[in-house]
């Protein structure tokens, strides 16, 4: 079964939204043997028409988001009604539950609401529990192209807190019973932290392509590069015992697991506290860490003390230090991480203070310069000084990493 | 010009890796005249020539992301020459490049990054200052499909720390040069907070649509709508003055300009500070002003007050309150607001307190419950319950988006 999605939205493609769809269908799909042979992304109008017509003819399964809402650019249903031949007509249930979400926060019905009651006839409406446009199921015989035959095209929601819930709940299972002897071969995914991609893969690049059987893939974000085996379970293990081998104590999971997962995971199994002082990262390496439900159990208190008088008044760095030290120095780094251990009185403390820029370095000292401090009841502060390039965005993302992987190496 | 972005790698549709070259290449195109067409996304594989070869017969730029690295699933370069008939052939000067970029870091070259130095025959390589594989830029005459004819593909490397610059610097002057007379029609971009799509064009739908020759666009997000007008300057004033007068202090920027940049153009322009006390947004709020450059002349502290027990040392929660009142009420999201305030020395303090979920929710405080407090230092405290739906990611941005505009809405 070839599956394709093709998002719709005029604003995906002048740049004003990220598109989140594609990593949730996929991840939604993989369990069931089901990988997206291509995503396609076209603006509101005839577009939809050509990119449904032209997967028509290639996949089987076709997954469609957004243009299901209420406004005058949402024309998904009337392209797919048109491109299958059938007409629009007003499903009653659909009518009914939207006039029910409105009355129930004490809103009558909006007149451009209704259109959202409006489905290709013989589509099966699929509930929306947290919007008004429903989804809408179309089984189908297409016969263009090269592959005529049955063909199943699913519309969801643009909204991701509308699709994501409508697509595990409701997609997946219906997708389960189109294809219930499909499952994947296993995937395992490697993460390793401190080094690049190119050196990654000179160091085990040889040995894993001489696997048999095995299909190989990398990635490169900030802070971690991924290596993605996909094959059979022994093999799998071969690609293992390599990877821990050579790359020892930078490998950071097997599966897949992020960096702050796997802190979070290290601190739950000892039933252990942390609290983070920030500085150049400005919170967001407590936000990540509360990203991760039960974060209350291990992550105590944050101090993002942006300006020196906070690092004073609320870390205990001695004023002095700072002037002669600079707020961006080692010195600083330790005393920002064992006040912070102290006042929270957490089991550890993570502190980092560096120079986000574009302003702010100096030539002792220029911009992406950061120190990273760990503090712990038993054992001694540790600290580490980089050198990170890239926007500021990539900076603060940059020193989380390497934060949050001084903790995972010293734990 | 038709602009087709063809974006390449495994790794996009087993959904590990977000999507996030397609704004950026979006909005750097904009000013040039130039939209994407379309966006395609395909694995690494054969699947890459299929696609380029459909790019090829349909549009005249073609960007293409990814597979230019040292890895062996990096084979963007070899297909983009088979397809063109083109020999690959060894650059001495990226060759040099190479050399340089690891010698300056210590490190011998290894073996598999000198692939990066092979470049289909006649291909311009383009600098790439922040990694090893140049992007390279091909010029040919394609006689394939319907619209035989000249063609501009630019092949640029997956990461985004490397794409960016070079797009901005040295991919945008080239197209600005093959389309010189090409300039947008003016886009305008209003944000809405407070209120969902439907409600929102239900306002303002009828009359936007009622101004001739403009292109209009509507797209829902976490805590606020956006309205996309594209068209003369005319007529977008005359948008303007239908949204201003029907959403009043719901318009948030007619420049596109998030809450965030709102909020601290704001305080910029007054010479105000602003502290933030968070405890269900971990950080995410500190984390969003502090992306922004300048953010230390405004953004003095935030207190990640996560335990009980924070909340009481460091803001001066009184701890009976908390007992009476529970960590999230009113009660205790004002204590907090005015402690921020007080402890900090800002002009202003935020403050948040809810249930993220999903454990920890009650009959009379359900999960999604959040109580935000705004204190300044002169004006009477105020407070705001509201109950949000979603994810905790989710609950994380919809809290910060409503804090945030509490202070924009009583600056």
Redesign the interface.
Known sequence: MRVELVNT????????????H??????AL?PLGL??????????GT?IRE?LSEALDRSDIILVTGGL?????DVTRDWVAELLGLPLVRDEAVARAIEERFSRRG?SV????WRQAEVPAGARPIENP?G?APGLGVATRWTGGDRPGPRHLFLLP????EL?PMMADQVVPALAALCPCGTSAP?R?WIIAGSG???V??RV?ADL?AIEGLE???????GEV?I?GIGPAKRLDEADRIIAEKLGSQLVSRT?ESLDRVVSGLLRARGETLS?A?SC???????S???L????DL?????????N??KE??LGVPAELLRQRGAVSDEVARAMAEGALE???TDWALAVTGI????GGTGEKPVGTVFIGLAGKRCRTVTERHRF??????F?RLTGQAALDLLRRNF
């Open positions: 939205g005029t604003e995906l493609l002048l740049g004003n939204t990220l598109n989140t594609l990593p949730f269908v996929a991840r993989f990988r997206i042979a291509r995503q396609v992304t076209v603006p509101d577009a990119a809402g209420p406004t005058t650019d809103l909006p007149d451009r609401a947290n008004t643009g909204p991701p807190r994501r995937m995914v991609e190119s050196v893969e000179e690049g392509v190989l893939g990398y990635c490169a974000r900030p991924e993605r897949g983070v920030e990262t400005g919170g967001a390496i407590c936000s860490l509360t990203d439900a039960g974060a209350s992550f105590v208190e944050g101090f993002i003390t942006y300006s008088r906070a008044a609320r006042t929270a009185g986000a820029g574009p302003g390039f890239g926007e500021r965005e990539t603060k």
